[in-house]
Each structure stands twice: as C-alpha cells, then as structure tokens.
C-alpha cells in the first residue's frame, strides 16, 4: 500500500478525518503486516502505538490465574489500542491477532504532539477516544445486567463473523459463561 493508497483508505474508513492534511496523516501513520499469533500489546508493558486493522482479527483479554479473560474482539475497520498505553502507562491487557493481519500502525507519541497543535487531529483522538468509552459503557453494562443467554443472542445478531472466526472457548470467555454453558446455549437456539 502506498501513501496515497494509506491516506484514501484511511479517509474512507475515518471520514471525520477531511479536515487533517496528508503530510500530517503521513506523520503517524504506517502500513505493516503481523502474523496470526502476535502480542501488539502485553499485560504490564508500555507500548507506543495504536492499530487500524485493514485485514485480521484481534482479541484483547486479561490474564486471571493464568486463565484467559477475553474482553473484546476486533475485525475490519476497527481500531486495536489500549487508553492505558496511550497515555503513556503500562498496558492491563493483551491484545493478541487471530488471524494474519494488515494494520495501519498509528505512532501515539506522534499523534498526542499534533493533537495538540492541529484542532482535525485533537478531533480525531476525541472520536476515538470516545468510541472506545462508548464501546466500555455497553461491554460493562452488558456483563452486569444482561443473562449469558441474552449476551450471546446479542452477539450473534451484531458479529455473526465472531462464530467463524473465532475460538468457542475465546467466545465463552468473552461472554462470562464456561465453554459447555455455551453449548447448551447454542443448542436451545
């Protein structure tokens, strides 16, 4: 992919992102491709980037006595980041790929400096930062409210994809239920 093939995708896919101009977008932004299998981020590190996957899938979980905690999923379109590291601290989770993946890698450092100096990218580290609370909001009320029948209901209406392309076991996780309350969930639908 190009710089002008990275801007256009990057545009289309971030359209509150018009008003940055492409020198700037240049200046944080890079293209890079990770097997299925990497750590972008590991609990208790510091990392200096965000990702935008292009093609992939990812997981972010915590670990709790060695057992995975998934907490989300990731797939097109959808940015890869921890608030935590953003701001310069140790990150409380992993985020691992699923599949081999394309990402355009976001330098936060980078990106921190020209929000301050440019009102298009401060907007744009707003919106992203305020997807990512919004997305927080749901995930937490969905675990404190909402039965594991009715989470994975939910699920399956808005990422049907996660059933293809991601482990039972990771999905059970994410939903807060044991593999085999999954399956008999499953099995009543």
Known sequence: MNSNDLIDFVKAAMPYLEEVPTVQILKFMSVIQKPKGTKLFSEGKRHSNFYFIIKGAAKSYYLKEGKEICLWFAFENETLGS?????GMPSNETIELLEDAELVCYQSDVLRKLAKENLAVSNLTHKMLEEHALF???????????????????LVESAPEVFQRVSLTDIASYLGVSRETLSRIRNQG
């Not at 927080?136 to 939910?154: V, W």
């Open 83 to 87: 608030i935590m590291t953003y701001n």
């Open 136 to 154: 927080l909001e749901y995930r937490l009320h969905q675990l404190l409210f909402i039965s594991g029948k009715e989470r994975y209901e939910n």
